[in-house]
């Protein structure tokens, strides 16, 4: 038997999906309901009938939104949650957890002082930091080590500095520089721009391969690469970094230094020459003895402290700058892009501190690379990584 009914379907057309409104799906449902019952059914929906019909509706609806949702999420550019992680198996890739927060300490005291993996370093906040990999204070008195904190949290420079676990030979430690926060579980934008970028994962010997294969290492939370296929040496970017000829360049936040070197040396091609602050000896294992080793080097960013003016109105309720500061920074870490060479335009935060505001109490906002020194955006170093903290955003009441 088939059953007919006046409820408008779901159109599915080359463009997409066509959802008929809850009103002309209601008016199918009173359709139905008037020939089910002899042709005269009072349509008003304060009856009985007219309620049911109306609940019917949103049942109706509810289910179509859910194909929708389903459908769209079918689609790369739209997918979200279990569906993207699904999308993302075809690529083999799998969505990142959480990135603790990263900082480069150095460590002074007595030459050969052996500093075991695991040191425990704590800074102003009383937060722990732990030395990643085991190092020797050298001959200069002083050593660099790559400290991770158990969690998602800053540092300001010169705050690393609390020994916690007492090491013979140790005098002190600080960090120069700001620590590099890490981030939480991958967000959905990002790990849909990952993976666009990762169908040349599989291809080598061009920058587009170098950076799909080092960005899925564990840890490695943004990366910067580029080539200079010139015979003489150019200058990128905003801190005009210099390229060597015929050579690749490659920064990186977080990750081992030796998975990452031996990453870039499988997949930058034969002859290639490297850039960077960090050096590592690579042994190519395809071989037997003797093996090749080769000098792969590629950037660490340093860190650099972006400050904002953040301006309301005077009558901004209390609490307002605590607000405006918390917002910042979870907008500044969800932002869609690699941070290392962006360009960071203030118009990017209004929609978060708006929607976190109450209305019409945000007048202005800018960003400065110094503290007095602001602008519409700006622009950092293929060799930097911005970083923000409460301390650097003014709020200002006019």
């Not at 739209?78 to 603790?100: C, E, H, P, T, W």
């Not at 120069?176 to 926060?181: G, Y």
Request: with cysteine; hydrophobic share 35%; proline share 4%.
């Amino acid at each position: 038997m088939t059953i007919k009914t006046n409820v408008p379907s779901i159109e599915f057309t080359p463009q997409g999906l066509i959802l008929p409104t809850e009103q002309e799906i209601l008016k199918g449902v009173l359709a139905d309901f008037n020939v089910a019952f002899g042709g005269k059914l009072s349509k008003n929906l304060e009856t009985p009938q007219g309620q049911f019909a109306s609940s019917i509706t949103a049942i109706i609806a509810e289910k179509n939104n859910q194909i929708a949702w389903l459908v769209n999420n079918l689609d790369p550019s739209y997918s979200d949650g279990f569906m993207q992680d699904a999308i993302a198996k075809i690529y083999f890739l799998k969505r990142k957890g959480q990135v603790n927060s990263t900082a480069i300490c150095v460590f002074t005291g007595l030459p050969g002082t052996v500093l075991p993996k695991g040191l425990s370093v704590k800074d102003s906040n009383n937060n722990e930091w732990l030395l990643e990999e085991e190092i020797s204070i050298l001959s200069s008195g002083q050593v660099e080590g790559r400290m991770q904190a158990k969690g998602i949290y800053g540092a300001k420079a010169g705050t690393i500095s609390q020994i916690y676990q007492a090491i013979v030979g140790l005098d002190r430690v600080t960090n120069p520089q700001d620590a590099v926060e890490g981030i939480a579980l991958e967000n959905r934008k990002d790990f849909a721009e990952r993976v666009r970028k990762s169908v040349a994962k599989n291809s080598k010997g061009t920058p587009e391969s170098v950076y799909a294969n080092v960005s899925d290492l564990v840890g490695v939370s943004d990366c910067y690469v580029i080539d200079n296929p010139k015979g003489v040496s150019v200058t990128v970017g905003s801190s005009q970094r210099t390229i060597e000829p015929h050579s690749i360049y490659v920064a990186v936040i977080g990750g081992k230094d030796e998975e990452i070197a031996k990453t870039i040396l499988t997949y930058a091609g034969n002859g290639c020459d490297f850039n960077g602050n960090t050096t590592v000896n690579v042994t190519d294992d395809n071989y037997t003895d003797p093996k090749p080793t080769y000098e792969v080097k590629f950037m660490r960013p340093s860190s650099v402290p972006i400050y904002f003016e953040i301006k309301l109105k005077r009558e901004a309720v209390v609490g307002s700058e605590l607000l405006v500061k918390e917002t910042l920074s979870k907008s500044f870490q969800s932002l869609n892009k690699s941070k290392i060479g962006a360009t960071i335009y203030s118009v990017e935060f209004v929609a978060d501190l708006v929607k976190a505001l109450p209305s019409d109490h945000l007048l202005g906002i800018k960003v400065g690379l110094r503290k007095n020194n602001y602008t519409e955006s700006i622009t950092v170093g293929i060799d930097q990584y911005p970083t923000i903290s409460s301390e650097n955003v003014s709020v200002v009441l006019v």
